[in-house]
């Protein structure tokens, strides 16, 4: 017999040189960006870690004093704000997955996409002229009514700008994320599973138990920890919405409310000098490293799960 | 095909990023309007936003009549300005308090050497005192109740020591909402200095930008302050006057009577008030006279300055400045700051002061 074939090397087209370059450009470019802003982030905030704390505005006695509220404030805001938002994006998305009539889900479809266009400045206006206002005797029946749970402690806010009314605006903010995201995984789950459970005799809700949701968990928790993270860094709707002060407290009707870190930037940033820019940049790191990592959290959800999932 | 459709737009992108970073901020005007002057270059000033909107109109209205001059305000806060100015990042600083003892000890990179910097006042705005409670209409205050409102030890409408200022005024049992500002504000500055000087023993803390104590609720700006008291229920809060609105303000007492802010009665408390001691004649820094008791003053007042040099390193830069200021303290000039932004215009006596002032800058 002859000597076996030659191997044949695939033949290098300009085309596929560029693709492969621009690409790997691409990837480290944000790579680059990303140390780019954590490389800012750290310089600027050394000088806030040595500084006099008297120097901080409200005179705390370390830099850890300062920021422990806004730490607070900020996870606290973003974690009402997912329990508002997650039951109500799941049903809202199921319904246009598998129950909706097919033109009413598309119409729906396109309502949800349209709410995440609204820029958030929008939002803050709406929080702070329409919906503090008419939510306020709503606070003040809770606070009358139910006062003796630590959630509603008096006194009550007479505007109500509290963080309840700021974890509604963010829940409306992140809902359409949330609900876009679990859309396209639910209609990712293959037929045959579907087929499946209905032929088993399953009704429709345990159809959506036992294939959809186990298939779709997680992507879900990605578009969760997407919303997530677009609930931790908004700025202007919280600026504008909440009555900021620097406490921790779990009351949500009261007038003295946790701020969050992006806000209290915002808020001061613009008459700040001296060493607390610093101190406002260094707050910018601590966010920094808690929505780092949050989606840590989230990719490692995630993989934990892949083998069982179209959704990674 | 495909890369010259990306090409194509890529060029579009380029000659649109082109077309928009070309009609940026400042564009001179072309040269052939009416010159009334040989002032030319551009100058920057920074510092207080309580004077940006002013600034704007003054800007607008000096470019006008200057059409080779262009000029930058950067309404970066009071401190930031007097530190750029200090530094020598900009040709004069707007500040809502004079230069400290402590600045003026040290060098101004934009001046002259071994020359220091003057204090101009150039916008007074009054501060109001707004509320809204319904049902009254008319409130009168003295500085130990609104610091204690403020402070949070007066909680409620129908509280005795209210109702002893306001006889004849029946007031609901009605918790109050006390909104201060959230941001650093030289409102809260001169708001908390006035409750200070007039009221130490109730306002204990030192004056500053941002609200001293834990209490009443805090909104964005002063738009916010008067969004929240309009919106809320048994609220009050502090605002430039200008910006009131329709809600209800409060009359504060001074002496024996209860004072109704005017732009007047602004303008005399500091025509008034007496001048920091121990600085150059040229110098207006005013020790603003917080406790006086003549009724035709309203003390409740925000005086912003100009920071200029006695003598600057660039003879352009002086002229500019004295032909800038000048405008902005002359009688048309305080004008247009009173429809723009509802300042009280200087009064002759201070206008005289300031125009010397300006006079003796090099």
Redesign the interface.
């Known amino acids: 017999m002859t000597a076996a074939p030659a191997r044949i090397t695939a033949k290098r087209r300009l085309g596929d040189t560029l693709f492969s370059g621009a690409a790997l450009a691409a990837g480290g470019f944000i790579l680059l960006v990303l140390a780019g802003v954590a490389i800012f982030l750290i310089a600027q905030s050394i000088p806030a870690f040595l500084i006099d704390p008297a120097e901080i505005k409200g005179q705390p006695d370390s830099f850890w004093q300062y920021v422990g509220p806004l730490v607070f404030g900020t996870v606290w805001a973003a974690a009402l704000a997912l329990l508002i938002a997650v039951p109500i994006a799941l049903g809202i998305a199921l319904f246009i997955s598998h129950y909706a009539p097919r033109r009413l889900a598309q119409g729906l479809g396109y309502t949800i996409d349209l709410l995440a266009a609204v820029p958030s400045v929008v939002y803050g206006l709406w929080g702070a002229g329409v919906l503090a206002p008419s939510i306020q005797p709503a606070y003040v029946w809770l606070v009358d009514n139910l006062g003796w749970i630590p959630l509603f402690a008096p006194p009550v806010s007479g505007t109500g700008r509290t963080i309840l009314t700021v974890a509604i605006v963010l829940a409306v903010m992140i809902l359409p994320i949330i609900t876009a995201l679990s859309r396209e995984v639910f209609l990712q789950t293959p037929k045959l599973h579907e087929e499946a459970a209905l032929a088993l005799g399953a009704t429709r809700w345990e159809m959506i138990r036992m294939a959809v949701l186990p298939f779709g968990r997680p992507g879900v928790i990605s578009a969760i920890m997407l919303g997530l993270g677009r609930a931790l860094g908004e700025t202007m709707a919280v600026a504008m919405v909440l009555s900021p002060a620097a406490v921790i407290s779990i009351v949500l009707t009261g007038p003295q409310n946790p701020t969050t870190i992006p806000a209290n930037i915002a808020l001061n940033y613009p008459e700040a000098h001296g060493s607390y820019v610093n101190v406002l940049i260094a707050t910018g790191l601590i966010l920094f490293v808690i929505t780092f990592a949050v989606n840590s959290a989230a990719r490692w959800a995630i993989a934990r799960r892949k083998d069982f999932s179209g959704a990674n | 095909m495909k890369i010259t459709r990306i090409g194509g737009i890529a060029a579009l992108a380029l000659a649109g990023a082109l077309a928009l970073s070309s009609c940026a901020a400042n564009e001179t005007p072309s040269g052939d309007g009416e010159t009334t002057s040989d002032l030319s270059g551009t100058f920057n000033g920074a510092g207080a936003?309580s004077q940006g909107s002013a600034q704007e109109a003054w800007i607008a209205a000096f470019q006008t009549a200057n059409p080779d001059v262009t000029i930058n305000y950067e309404?970066?806060?009071?401190?930031?300005g007097r530190?750029t100015f200090i530094a020598g990042g900009s040709d004069w600083a707007g500040s809502d308090s004079a230069l400290s003892d402590d600045e003026l000890a040290g060098d101004f990179a934009t001046c002259a050497a071994d020359t220091k910097a003057l204090d101009i006042p150039t916008y007074i705005s009054p501060i109001a005192v707004i509320f809204n409670i319904e049902g009254v209409d008319e409130l009168n205050l003295d500085a130990a109740t609104l610091a204690k409102i403020f402070k949070g030890d007066i909680?409620n409408w129908n509280d005795p020591a209210i109702a002893a200022l306001n006889e004849g005024t029946t007031f609901p049992d009605l918790?109050?909402?006390a909104?201060h500002r959230?941001?650093?504000?030289g409102t809260t500055k001169n708001f908390a200095d006035y409750l200070n000087k007039v009221a130490p023993e109730v306002w204990d803390a030192d004056p500053a930008?941002?609200f001293p104590y834990?209490?009443?609720?805090?909104?964005?700006s002063t738009s916010?302050v008067v969004?929240?008291v309009t919106?809320?229920?048994?609220?009050i809060g502090y605002a430039d006057a200008s910006k009131a609105g329709s809600l209800g303000t409060a009359a504060i007492k001074v002496g024996d009577e209860f004072v109704n802010y005017t732009p007047e009665a602004a303008a005399a408390v500091v025509a008034d008030s007496p001048l920091i001691e121990g600085r150059d004649a040229n110098d207006l820094a005013f020790q603003l006279n917080r406790t006086t008791t003549d009724p035709s003053h309203y003390p409740l007042v925000l005086v912003s300055y100009s920071i200029v040099c006695q003598e600057y390193a660039d003879a352009a830069k002086a002229e500019f400045v004295k032909a800038y200021i000048g405008y902005i303290t002359s009688a048309e000039g305080q004008q247009v700051a009173a429809e723009s932004a509802g300042a009280a215009p200087l009064s002759d006596d201070l206008s005289a002061k300031v125009a010397d002032a300006i006079a003796s800058i090099k």
């Open positions: 936003s309404p970066s806060g009071s401190g930031a530190d909680t918790a109050i909402t909104v959230s941001d650093d504000s930008d941002t834990q209490s009443g609720e805090g909104a964005q916010g969004d929240a919106n809320g229920t048994g609220t």
